[in-house]
């Protein structure tokens, strides 16, 4: 499905680039002198988030492993808990669909009429794939999602000389 607000006058179908993070926008330099948006910023917690009580198996697995590290770099905040739960949740049924499939060991299957069709199992995987490149890419979890957020840095740590002056 194209966004019909991105594509030009002509009726063409050019989609523009996802919006630049903020912080990036703000090492590039504003050259067009333009008024600069600078959107709310969510509450950091000091600890990294726990998964969502709904996660299991598979999809709390991959919120264990990847959280920490999205913390680290402030790409995971109070408010991505929603979006990264359906990260872990879409991995879960990919490695799920993965497994099955790899179980069954056949990309086709026979209908009752004999004919060969695609193995359902496939066409799940392949959506959930979809969905973890879709939503890893806002998490930097993709190299072109890195690329797109390499102008960020991770938060430094507190210095001992924090508050002593002003």
């Not at 726990?50 to 680290?72: D, F, K, S, T």
Request: charged content about 25%; aromatic content about 6%; glycine content about 10%.
């Amino acid at each position: 499905m194209v966004d019909r607000s991105a594509c030009d006058r002509k009726g063409g179908s050019h989609v523009r680039p996802p919006p630049e993070h903020p912080r990036l926008r703000l090492l590039k330099g504003n050259p067009g002198k333009r008024p600069a948006r600078s959107p709310p910023e969510p509450a950091r917690t000091d600890e990294c988030p726990q998964p969502p009580q709904h996660l299991n198996g598979y999809a709390r697995e991959a919120w264990l492993e990847l959280a920490p590290e999205l913390h680290r770099l402030n790409l995971l905040t109070t408010l991505d808990v929603g979006p990264f739960s359906v990260y872990c949740a879409a991995y879960a049924t990919w490695r799920q669909a993965e497994e099955a499939r790899a179980r069954e060991g056949e990309l086709t299957i026979a209908t009752a009429e004999g004919h060969q069709r695609v193995n359902p199992l496939v066409r799940i995987s392949s959506q959930a794939m979809n969905d973890l490149l879709g939503f890893g890419a806002a998490f930097g979890l993709t190299p072109s999602g890195r690329l797109r957020l390499s102008g960020i840095s991770p938060p430094q740590p507190p210095s001992k000389f924090d508050g002593l002056l002003g």
